[in-house]
């Protein structure tokens, strides 16, 4: 028995991390106290965590925002935004540090880059990188184990280009590879997985010569299978459905108002047990289609596993951003509940630092304080030099 492992481990799954192993040491360790929740809980969670500081400070909304400038975080919440940002390149890093409240050496470190080939397309890249620390393991009398650390990363290339004048599609092929821990419990040996996933968003923008100009957006995350760690059961990552609205209000030419809203949901099983054995479908296209279905209580249920994000944006002349948000999860599907905050500032109409902060709505939550941080810079291709010839 590894008492510290099961303790990180449920840690984590309760705070919407990643640990398809949890119930193989559950049953191992006390089979008949197994329970699981009603909350789809697939393994890689890391990879849907809000990695940016502008959409975190807006309830974590962003699929239908407008990039701007340019946005190299789109890459994440919908390339298809890519082909509309205002400048030929950009590049954006940030860092959460992540449930300050119970341990100091986890963190996400993102970074994202593209570059216009054509007026209408770009290529990217990103780098999604999320340490969980280091633990130490123990057996069954307290006897160490040896310290161990865990790692998730995923690497995406991005194509993206418009459609119309309005309408734009991006798609992203990623690596993702997790290795929760290097050690052999109960003679079931945890390997690290890796597996290969897609992304494909669409946006489209109103572009009119109006106050008010309206955006929408699609993006499905992570469509791919399932993953085992070599253990006898199999998780799907979380393939992840997002639709938003954003309405942009250009009130004169210094101040601008966004207010926006994404729907989210897990494409993954509901948990659901038949004689106390766990279902679930044999392929990515079997859970993803089964998820609209296969809530035990019905089309009730489903809607419950939808989550909300509402946010805000007022800006400045293009220089200074204040930002606030609300996120809503139902209590029986993890009862995530929180508002955000932030701001973002621009120097040199190049350079750009933006910070977010959450507020948890109920006390004791491990997500409480968390802050994000993102540096961003926008640049256009040097022109290029006609060359003549002279006779």
């Given at each position: 028995?590894?008492?510290?492992?099961?303790?990180?481990?449920?840690?984590?799954?309760?705070?919407?991390?990643?640990?398809?192993?949890?119930?193989?040491?559950?049953?191992?360790?006390?089979?008949?106290?197994?329970?699981?929740?009603?909350?789809?809980?697939?393994?890689?969670?890391?990879?849907?965590?809000?990695?940016?500081?502008?959409?975190?400070?807006?309830?974590?909304a962003?699929?239908?925002?407008?990039?701007?400038?340019?946005?190299?975080?789109?890459?994440?919440?919908?390339?298809?935004?890519?082909?509309?940002?205002?400048?030929?390149?950009?590049?954006?890093?940030?860092?959460?540090?992540?449930?300050?409240?119970?341990?100091?050496?986890?963190?996400?470190?993102?970074?994202?880059?593209?570059?216009?080939?054509?007026a209408?397309?770009?290529?990217?890249?990103?780098?999604?990188?999320?340490?969980?620390?280091?633990?130490?393991?123990?057996?069954?009398?307290?006897?160490?184990?040896?310290?161990?650390?865990?790692?998730?990363?995923?690497?995406?290339?991005?194509?993206?280009?418009?459609l119309?004048?309005?309408?734009?599609?991006?798609?992203?092929?990623k690596?993702?590879?997790?290795?929760?821990?290097?050690?052999?419990?109960?003679?079931?040996?945890?390997?690290?997985?890796?597996?290969?996933?897609?992304?494909?968003?669409?946006?489209?923008?109103?572009?009119?010569?109006?106050?008010?100009?309206?955006?929408?957006?699609?993006?499905?995350?992570?469509?791919?299978?399932?993953v085992?760690?070599?253990?006898?059961?199999?998780?799907?990552?979380?393939?992840?459905?997002?639709?938003?609205?954003?309405?942009?209000?250009?009130?004169?030419?210094?101040?601008?108002?966004?207010?926006?809203?994404?729907?989210?949901?897990?494409?993954?099983?509901t948990?659901?047990?038949?004689?106390?054995?766990?279902?679930?479908?044999?392929?990515?296209?079997?859970?993803?289609?089964?998820?609209?279905?296969?809530?035990?209580?019905?089309?009730?249920?489903?809607?419950?596993?939808?989550?909300?994000?509402?946010?805000?944006?007022?800006?400045?002349?293009?220089?200074?951003?204040?930002?606030?948000?609300?996120?809503?999860?139902?209590?029986?599907?993890g009862?995530?509940?929180?508002?955000?905050?932030?701001?973002?500032?621009?120097?040199?109409?190049k350079?750009?630092?933006?910070?977010?902060?959450?507020?948890?709505?109920?006390s004791?939550?491990a997500?409480?304080?968390?802050?994000?941080?993102?540096?961003?810079?926008?640049?256009?291709?040097?022109?290029?030099?006609?060359?003549?010839?002279?006779?």
């Amino acid at each position: 028995m590894i008492k510290k492992i099961t303790s990180a481990l449920r840690v984590t799954l309760l705070f919407g991390l990643t640990v398809p192993a949890v119930n193989v040491f559950a049953q191992t360790t006390n089979p008949t106290q197994t329970t699981f929740s009603n909350a789809p809980s697939p393994a890689i969670q890391s990879l849907i965590i809000t990695p940016d500081a502008r959409s975190a400070a807006m309830g974590d909304a962003g699929v239908a925002l407008s990039p701007g400038d340019g946005d190299a975080n789109s890459i994440f919440w919908n390339p298809g935004k890519i082909p509309f940002s205002g400048k030929d390149m950009a590049v954006s890093v940030s860092y959460t540090p992540w449930l300050r409240q119970l341990v100091n050496d986890m963190g996400l470190l993102n970074a994202s880059f593209y570059k216009k080939i054509q007026a209408n397309q770009a290529l990217g890249i990103s780098i999604h990188y999320f340490d969980q620390g280091k633990f130490q393991a123990t057996d069954g009398i307290g006897n160490s184990l040896g310290d161990f650390s865990s790692k998730e990363y995923s690497i995406s290339a991005s194509y993206s280009r418009k459609l119309s004048e309005k309408l734009g599609l991006g798609v992203n092929v990623k690596y993702i590879n997790s290795q929760l821990f290097p050690i052999t419990a109960n003679a079931i040996v945890v390997q690290n997985e890796s597996t290969v996933a897609a992304d494909i968003g669409l946006f489209h923008t109103s572009k009119r010569d109006k106050p008010w100009n309206y955006n929408w957006g699609v993006m499905i995350q992570n469509i791919s299978g399932r993953v085992s760690y070599g253990l006898s059961e199999s998780n799907f990552i979380p393939t992840n459905l997002k639709a938003g609205f954003a309405a942009i209000n250009t009130i004169d030419q210094h101040n601008k108002l966004t207010l926006t809203m994404d729907i989210n949901k897990l494409m993954v099983p509901t948990p659901k047990k038949v004689n106390g054995v766990l279902q679930q479908p044999e392929t990515a296209i079997g859970g993803i289609l089964g998820s609209f279905t296969d809530a035990p209580d019905g089309f009730s249920e489903e809607i419950k596993e939808i989550n909300l994000s509402l946010g805000a944006e007022y800006l400045y002349n293009d220089l200074f951003a204040l930002r606030g948000g609300y996120y809503y999860e139902d209590a029986y599907k993890g009862n995530r509940k929180y508002f955000t905050a932030g701001f973002g500032v621009k120097l040199e109409k190049k350079f750009g630092l933006d910070f977010a902060y959450l507020i948890p709505v109920t006390s004791g939550n491990a997500l409480a304080q968390t802050l994000r941080l993102s540096l961003h810079a926008t640049f256009n291709s040097a022109p290029k030099v006609a060359t003549t010839t002279t006779k």
